[in-house]
């Protein structure tokens, strides 16, 4: 796994950057949850858990912005939530800025929020319903002592013309504003401290069209301005494509294929980027009224497949070694079974040809492309367990 | 040209509440043909959802319905009274939301909620009386060998839900979000309607369960050729399932099409409008187009284009009433920037390379 990591690094960086210290930096990241189990199993030591997230790599430069897509269910949420420590990891090392953050004090915790920020899907339920907005935004400025006073009614007004609200909204309530606005206010709130990063947890997905296109313009202005990296969470395919430089596809707790977006969207490998990409309903062509249906759903996360974590779904199964050998990220570049795909393969691009960076975690990478290409997978229901 | 199953002409939907009264719906027509699936695709708030519960009679009482025409079927369904509603409701049209959790109800087994409608609408010989179905509901259960237990389990079937004998006898907390909504789908269908409104039904769904869901609803378009409303947000969606769209706008229809026509030569500025602020995969814009501004307060509105202050291309007719202009056989527009006398300046509009928009963010 490690030899990995020296892989994913030189990314976006430019020449004089290329040698930095990514900004945050994960490896075998665990988060595993205790389901509710009697006293007599756990005694009899059957305590089962969810995997929400097994064993993630990642790393994120400075001021870039990572985009995390996967169904519902994925771990992408928890993902997101332990790299910011609002979870405790199970397993595993998370490094911030050179730093291990895995086991911090209250103390250091707290230093640690001033540099990485949240935001989440629900602006309402994540904004004090009590508190003006004044308060809401002027709260971190005290804690992490950076205004008091007038200086910090000042920021406070200056934070909301920067997400595009009247300075006068401070004295308003969080349900006085609409659902774009609200999310403006856990945006400004989030830039409130500068931070270095910010995790953001489907940030758009409760807007509609044209204010989520408003947000995400916002996002980008500000990651200019502000110097900030950003882990964007979303299973919405043309929205992480559209913000992110590097994606990460995520199913069932592990990250399944990752990369520059350009390599993601044109040359996906794993069988189930390929598929969610399929998948999506597009408005740019006419479409053969059809789109391609994976199959049956996710398993539990309780009790994920031994090998392969898609092996039960996956449209392009092998045989016996899909089911009992879980692949490891490998780089996709030369690899036999990543080349020669005929032009009928819908959604990837023939003459694109992917960097070192690109991985992915499929065993069809060792094979050859012809085999790969004219395979037919066995029906579902009969594949060994 | 067939009847059309559907015909909606002129609606209006006002809420009265204590100090306002809001315009949801503010004057909209359109027909359904049978075997057609019309879509109404607008941003909340926009009354798409209302149009469908006036047309099911299911709004509260401080909702004022008015229309000069909705017909269904060539009947009337204004002047029906409660219980010739009720009739229709679950039979000859249906429903289907977009939460199936808070539509179905949890404590009683979905093949029993089933084969409750089954027993109501279908043409099966059991007694529908109180008595007994509260036995049913809560005792005995359906008894496995009855008509409607056994339409029932059919009817997951057609809806693709594997092992469907055993499925039945689960309760909606044992069922994911798409069998949910599967179930909500089988639960429709067994009335045997004509005509099924579906209201945002994959929104809360994952894009490969969408893509499952929404492939069942043109099967079984394909199969029985019933007519379904599709109201939803998501213009990928109405692109790839719908035959004919229209747009909502605070209450009123924007731009009524045909599907390909109105993605390839949208005519509407808010349509137009809609269509560049949506990422795309094949675009590489750095900054998405932005609609300007939020919808307008629908307790007080404009007078005239509800658009006009977020528009572009706004002039002094848009605060003039709307009415639609026939830009092309079936495509309607109601926007005044169709009328034959618009200022010379606002000419180019309807150029491909005209853009009023200064990209930038959201100010």
């Not at chain 2, 315009?23 to 019309?38: K, L, N, R």
């Amino acid at each position: 796994m490690n030899s990995l990591e020296s892989e994913i690094e030189p990314e976006t960086g430019t020449e004089t950057e290329t040698a930095a210290e990514p900004l945050l930096k994960a490896t075998d990241l665990q988060k595993y949850f205790e389901t509710e189990t009697g006293l007599t199993e756990r005694i009899l030591g059957n305590q089962q858990y969810v995997k929400a997230v097994d064993g993630v790599d990642l790393s994120i430069d400075r001021q870039e912005t990572v985009g995390v897509v996967g169904e519902s269910g994925c771990g992408k949420t928890t993902l997101g939530r332990t790299l910011s420590k609002l979870y405790e990891p199970t397993g595993g090392t998370i490094e911030f800025d050179g730093e291990d953050i895995t086991d911090l004090s209250s103390k250091e915790l707290r230093e640690l929020r001033s540099r990485i920020q949240v935001i989440f899907q629900d602006p309402l339920s994540s904004l004090n319903p009590r508190k003006t907005v004044g308060e809401i935004l002027g709260k971190p400025l005290e804690i992490h002592d950076i205004a008091t006073g007038e200086a910090k009614r000042e920021r406070v007004a200056e934070l909301l013309e920067e997400v595009g609200l009247q300075p006068s909204h401070a004295s308003r309530y969080p349900h006085e504003f609409s659902g774009g606005q609200r999310q403006r206010i856990g945006i400004a709130r989030a830039i409130s401290i500068e931070p270095d990063l910010i995790i953001a947890d489907e940030p758009v997905s409760a807007l509609d069209v044209s204010v989520q296109a408003q947000i995400i313009n916002m996002m980008k202005r500000l990651q200019r301005k502000y110097d900030l990296s950003y882990v964007f969470i979303a299973h919405d395919l043309s929205v992480v494509k559209h913000i992110s430089d590097r994606v990460m596809v995520m199913y069932l707790g592990n990250i399944v294929e990752q990369g520059p977006k350009d390599a993601i969207f044109n040359n996906p490998q794993h069988p189930y980027t390929r598929a969610l990409l399929s998948s999506i309903p597009t408005i740019d062509e006419t479409p053969e009224k059809r789109r391609t249906a994976l199959q049956g759903t996710p398993p539990s996360p309780i009790d994920p497949p031994s090998g392969c974590p898609f092996s039960t779904r996956c449209p392009e199964y092998i045989g016996p070694e899909c089911s009992d050998e879980h692949p490891e990220l490998e780089t996709v570049a030369d690899k036999p079974g990543s080349i020669d795909a005929p032009e009928d393969v819908p959604t990837i691009l023939e003459e694109y040809e992917s960097p070192e960076s690109h991985h992915a975690a499929c065993h069809w990478l060792e094979r050859s492309g012809d085999e790969r290409w004219s395979h037919e997978a066995p029906a579902i229901g009969e594949r060994g367990e | 040209m067939s009847n059309p199953m559907l015909e909606i002409e002129n609606l209006h939907v006002e809420f009265e509440t204590e100090d306002e009264s809001v315009q949801a719906v503010d004057g909209i027509s359109f027909e359904i043909h049978p075997g057609e699936v019309y879509g109404i695709v607008g941003e909340s708030g926009s009354g798409k959802s209302v149009t469908a519960l006036s047309i099911m009679a299911l709004l509260d009482s401080n909702a004022n319905v008015t229309a000069d025409r909705v017909r269904f079927d060539g009947t009337d369904l204004l002047s029906k009274t409660d219980s010739e509603m009720r009739s229709i409701r679950g039979g000859e049209i249906s429903m289907i939301f977009q939460d199936p959790m808070n539509s179905l109800n949890p404590v009683i087994t979905v093949g029993e909620q089933i084969a409750e409608v089954v027993r109501h609408h279908g043409d099966v010989n059991e007694s529908t009386n109180l008595v007994q179905e509260m036995r049913r509901k809560y005792v005995t259960g359906t008894s496995a060998d009855s008509a409607s237990w056994r339409r029932a389990v059919e009817l997951l079937e057609t809806v693709g839900i594997p092992d469907p004998e055993t499925r039945a006898q689960e309760y909606p907390h044992q069922l994911s979000g798409g069998m949910r909504q599967r179930v909500m789908i089988a639960q429709a269908l067994a009335g045997d309607p004509s005509l099924i409104l579906a209201d945002e039904p994959t929104t809360a769904l994952d894009v490969s369960i969408e893509a499952q869901i929404l492939n069942q609803l043109l099967d079984l378009r394909d199969e029985f050729g019933v007519s379904v409303l599709l109201i939803t947000h998501d213009l990928g969606v109405v692109r790839e399932t719908c035959d004919r769209v229209a747009v909502m706008y605070a209450g009123e229809l924007m731009e009524k099409a045909a599907v390909e026509e109105l993605f390839e030569d949208p005519q509407h500025p808010y349509t137009r409008g809609l269509m560049q602020s949506i990422p795309r995969l094949t675009d590489d814009r750095e900054m998405l187009d932005v609609i300007e501004g939020s919808v307008p307060n629908l307790a007080a509105k404009p007078p005239g284009c509800p658009f006009q202050d977020r528009c572009a291309w706004a002039f002094e007719a848009c605060t003039q009433p709307l009415e639609e202009h026939e830009v092309d056989p079936g495509h309607d527009v109601a926007c005044h920037l169709h009328r034959e006398d618009i200022p010379e300046e606002l000419g180019e509009w309807n150029s491909p390379t005209a853009v009023r928009t200064d990209g930038g963010d959201d100010r």
